[in-house]
């Protein structure tokens, strides 16, 4: 405001000396403008940031506890996923003012038992592991789900694969009588959507084939690809991109003979026990600081590149409800998967 007094000062005083040269005169009242106009805008600007402080300032912690339980199941082995959460958990513990614990499963009932018993305060799930907690009586909803991009829409699919010189497996119908890997039990992408598409090829996923059930998503890719099984299932980027990129498969190794329907984007769920003003906060910080933008205006990472999300690298998470995952609770129904009932 001082600055802005100050300009509006020497204006006056320029106004009040004269000048012969009109349009020097008349210039003068447009620059004068444009400075008051840009000064306003900061002014505007910090009133804005100091009334967002002001509320978070406002917010009453006295019944929040002194930490929070994060956790997560790996989408591939591996040693480092702490460190691909490493971001989020920093700005949870920045704007919360509480330490963020991280809980690192080892398959994908680890996290819904974790948060059935309430030990787990926030998770990132596959859409079928949550569906499960949510029907095994965990007091949870979505936060949001993860994108790749800001205006993307939250989603992906379950690829069905074979060794790209296998001439015997070219569709679905072809992994009847075959050892077979599926991910996992729990698993959206590497379990429930595979069941139901070999279940429209009329092959019962427990009997009609040799199941596997390697661990994760790059582990059933890599042991089609070492020939350990004759096809297998896992989501569409460990196929297309993560597994060349990371050099565990050449391009041009694995061939893709089955996609599935578009699968809901995987959750982050909070327990809604926690204090209501918490669940707030937390769902503020997940979507609107927990991003690739807001990560670097904080200073957190330094670009595009290094800022991605979870294992999966992604941008952020955008809003979702319950609804939004009742795709999967319709594909339940049609594979009347065990894993689905309370």
Not at 121 to 150: C, R, T, W
Not at 312 to 326: H, K, L, S
Request: charged share 25%; net charge negative.
């Amino acid at each position: 405001m001082l600055t802005f007094v100050a300009l509006t000062a020497a204006v006056s005083l320029v106004a009040s000396c004269g000048n012969d040269d009109d349009s020097a005169v008349d210039a003068a009242p447009t620059e004068t403008s444009a400075s008051a106009e840009a000064v306003t805008d900061d002014t505007a600007a910090v009133a804005e940031t100091a009334e967002a402080e002001a509320t978070t300032d406002d917010i009453d912690r006295s019944d929040w506890p002194d930490s929070l339980v994060m956790g997560a199941v790996p989408a591939e082995e591996s040693t480092a996923l702490q460190e691909s959460y490493d971001k989020l958990l920093q700005v949870l513990e920045e704007d919360l003012g509480i330490e963020i614990e991280f809980f690192q499963a080892t398959d994908y009932a680890g996290i819904i038992e974790g948060q059935v018993a309430g030990r787990v305060d926030l998770a990132q799930y596959g859409p079928f592991s949550y569906v499960i907690a949510k029907n095994a009586g965990a007091d949870i909803e979505p936060v949001g789900a993860l994108v790749d991009a800001p205006d993307e829409e939250p989603g992906y699919q379950s690829y069905g694969i074979a060794k790209a010189d296998n001439d015997e497996i070219n569709e679905l119908a072809d992994f009847e009588g075959r050892s077979v890997c599926f991910v996992d039990p729990g698993s959206t992408s590497g379990f429930l959507y595979p069941s139901a598409g070999l279940l429209a090829e009329g092959i019962d996923p427990e009997s009609g084939v040799s199941a596997v059930f390697a661990g994760g998503h790059d582990a059933s890719v890599i042991s089609v690809d070492n020939g350990d099984c004759e096809a297998g299932f896992a989501f569409d980027a460990m196929v297309d991109n993560v597994l060349i990129e990371s050099g565990d498969i050449a391009e041009g190794d694995i061939k893709t003979v089955w996609e599935s329907e578009v699968i809901a984007g995987s959750p982050i769920a909070v327990n809604m026990a926690l204090p209501s003003s918490l669940v707030t906060e937390i769902n503020r910080i997940v979507l609107e600081e927990s991003n690739t933008d807001r990560l670097i205006e904080r200073g957190i990472c330094a670009d595009v590149e290094t800022c991605g999300l979870t294992d999966e690298n992604a941008w952020g998470w955008v809003a979702v409800d319950d609804t939004f995952y009742d795709g999967v609770r319709e594909v339940c129904v049609q594979t009347q998967a065990a894993q689905c009932e309370g």
